[in-house]
């Protein structure tokens, strides 16, 4: 098993050997590829002990891959632009195929969950053969980029992006602890009484017999959540509610609420979901088959409409 070893902007041995390394890796992968020209000139820029200590020092985050006592590959990322961005991933070429590659992927997305970050993005030259291994892990094209670096030199590359799914933790009400139950209560509040403007009793008695589905962030915020519980023993009928995200545009809702069905259909056997949408946000759950079965009508001062989902 791999080991990553971070590399510290003050330990200037280390970086020298880290300096060496990607050196030796991207000349022999990228001279064919680009250049030698070309590639003597991205190293001076990015693979010098001094460029890498800048980076360092400007929030960049290197790791050794490690065997045993050897070096064998490196990593760099950090945060941008509210993804992981993956600057180095680099591997000795008599290294490549032996499966260390997934090793290093899933520490960088372990790396991306601690942040809270959606995803992981990285840069790849249109021309480099690494295009198919990176979409057998599960990388898309998103976007293609073509950027002036100076001395008449463009890097050509496609961008590429690992959406993660986000960890759900699906609790009862007695399996909650103290500090989980404070931050789903935090954030019920913050969005549906502070954000919404709608003063009510956000502690209603039902969170003792729901199941309480939910993800946090490196910090412990409540990221999203929704509570399940039983309105219909007899028809197997449950309800939906409380169901909040933090962020939007990530996808982080649907994943919440597809995990939301399948604790319900798993967990609690039901035939029928149940929920009182607010209006706004009846396309959310018309896209995992909701249908509305009520006209539209007030709570809390809010339109909500009635809707199902039988399971399928």
């Not at 840069?123 to 990176?134: G, K, L, T, W």
């Amino acid at each position: 098993m791999a080991e990553m070893i971070p590399v510290h902007a003050d330990d200037a041995e280390n970086i020298r050997n880290l300096s060496a390394l990607a050196e030796a890796i991207v000349r022999e992968h990228f001279d064919p590829i680009i250049g030698r020209e070309q590639n003597d000139y991205m190293i001076s820029l990015f693979q010098t002990p001094q460029a890498i200590t800048r980076q360092l020092q400007n929030g960049y985050r290197y790791y050794f891959v490690r065997e045993g006592s050897e070096n064998i590959g490196f990593l760099a990322f950090f945060p941008k632009n509210d993804v992981m961005y993956l600057s180095k991933f680099y591997l000795r070429k008599e290294e490549r195929g032996k499966g260390i590659s997934h090793q290093m992927l899933a520490f960088v997305k372990q790396e991306t969950r601690k942040e809270g970050l959606p995803a992981v993005e990285l840069n790849v030259n249109r021309n480099n053969p690494a295009c198919r291994a990176y979409e057998k892990m599960g990388f898309r094209i998103v976007r293609e980029e073509k950027n002036d670096i100076g001395k008449g030199f463009y890097m050509d590359d496609y961008v590429y992006r690992l959406d993660l799914e986000p960890e759900f933790l699906i609790r009862t009400f007695d399996e909650l602890t103290t500090d989980e139950l404070y931050e789903i209560i935090r954030t019920r509040e913050e969005i549906f009484i502070v954000e919404q403007n709608c003063p009510y009793q956000e502690t209603d008695g039902t969170d003792r017999r729901s199941l309480h589905v939910f993800s946090r962030n490196a910090e412990g915020r409540v990221t999203s959540y929704l509570r399940i519980f039983e309105k219909d023993r007899e028809t197997n009928t449950v309800q939906i509610g409380r169901v909040l995200t933090l962020t939007h545009g990530t996808g982080l809702g649907g994943r919440l609420l597809r995990k939301g069905i399948e604790a319900a259909e798993e967990r609690m056997h039901a035939e029928t979901i149940y929920i009182e949408a607010q209006t706004y946000a009846v396309g959310y759950y018309t896209r995992e088959g909701f249908v509305i079965t009520s006209g539209e009508f007030l709570e809390d001062g809010i339109p909500h409409v009635q809707m199902e989902r039988k399971k399928k």
